[in-house]
């Protein structure tokens, strides 16, 4: 046998074995790709439905429930009264009046 026959049949069994690397590579790929996609699918509508009970719960921080109204009376004109949980106290009342003065904690 002479030394390029010798490095031909090794060349072969090396690409040989290169190609079975390869599908080996491949394999581990899909398979962690197929794991991350279950994965995906499973936890996706977990944190949704999750996001959905904290913001749920969470939704009157941050949000001035304030009520106004207009109230006629002798008062020949209109006034609203104000409140909010905003103003320092939590008792504040601002009166405006009709021709755009206030009074109490505007």
């Given at each position: 046998m002479s030394v390029d026959s010798e490095w031909v049949s090794m060349r072969g069994s090396m690409r040989k074995n290169a190609g079975i690397a390869g599908m080996g590579v491949l394999r581990v790929a899909l398979l962690f790709g197929s794991a991350a996609a279950?994965?995906?699918?499973?936890?996706?509508?977990l944190a949704d439905s999750q996001s959905r009970k904290l913001i749920a719960r969470n939704t009157t921080q941050g949000i001035?429930?304030?009520?106004?109204?207009?109230?006629?009376?002798?008062y020949k004109g209109q006034y609203t009264v104000r409140r909010s949980v905003l103003q320092p106290d939590r008792d504040s009342v601002c009166v405006m009046r009709d021709n755009?003065?206030?009074?109490?904690?505007?």
């Amino acid at each position: 046998m002479s030394v390029d026959s010798e490095w031909v049949s090794m060349r072969g069994s090396m690409r040989k074995n290169a190609g079975i690397a390869g599908m080996g590579v491949l394999r581990v790929a899909l398979l962690f790709g197929s794991a991350a996609a279950a994965l995906t699918l499973i936890l996706t509508p977990l944190a949704d439905s999750q996001s959905r009970k904290l913001i749920a719960r969470n939704t009157t921080q941050g949000i001035d429930r304030i009520s106004t109204g207009s109230i006629t009376s002798s008062y020949k004109g209109q006034y609203t009264v104000r409140r909010s949980v905003l103003q320092p106290d939590r008792d504040s009342v601002c009166v405006m009046r009709d021709n755009g003065s206030r009074s109490g904690d505007c």
